[in-house]
């Protein structure tokens, strides 16, 4: 059974930082990209970062420079360091693995923390 499990969310005023970590579980870590979106109500979730299971990564324009997404192969955990944190970076943040094997896709999400950035 895949479990993707996030931590390090919180309440953190604004220019702060915040470290969230997601553990994957069930799946082979090491073919999975990885990556952390984020939602607030009403809106479709966004892509915030990615890193390839080569270690590629991707941002969204609004958190270049600001965020920074890494993996660590042996202990199965993708983390995405968030500085100078903004109240619009307020959100569920959500973790996802994604692979294609043999022309099937796999896709997982976590179960989301929540991020609040107080200005």
């Known amino acids: 059974q895949v479990h993707l499990v996030e931590s390090g969310g919180g309440l953190v005023q604004s220019g702060g930082s915040l470290r969230l970590s997601c553990a994957a579980s069930?799946?082979?870590?090491?073919?999975?990209?990885m990556g952390w979106y984020r939602q607030v109500p009403g809106k479709q979730r966004e892509l915030v970062a990615s890193?390839?299971?080569?270690?590629?990564?991707n941002y969204a324009d609004s958190v270049k420079g600001r965020f920074t997404i890494s993996r660590d192969n042996a202990k199965n955990t993708v983390y995405l360091q968030m500085n100078s944190l903004k109240p619009e970076d307020t959100a569920v943040y959500y973790c996802?693995?994604?692979?294609?094997?043999?022309?099937?896709?796999?896709?997982?999400w976590g179960q989301g923390t929540q991020v609040t950035v107080s200005s």
């Open positions: 996802n693995a994604d692979a294609t094997r043999l022309s099937i896709g796999y896709n997982y």
């Open positions: 069930g799946i082979i870590f090491t073919v999975y990209a």
């Open positions: 890193i390839t299971s080569r270690g590629y990564t």
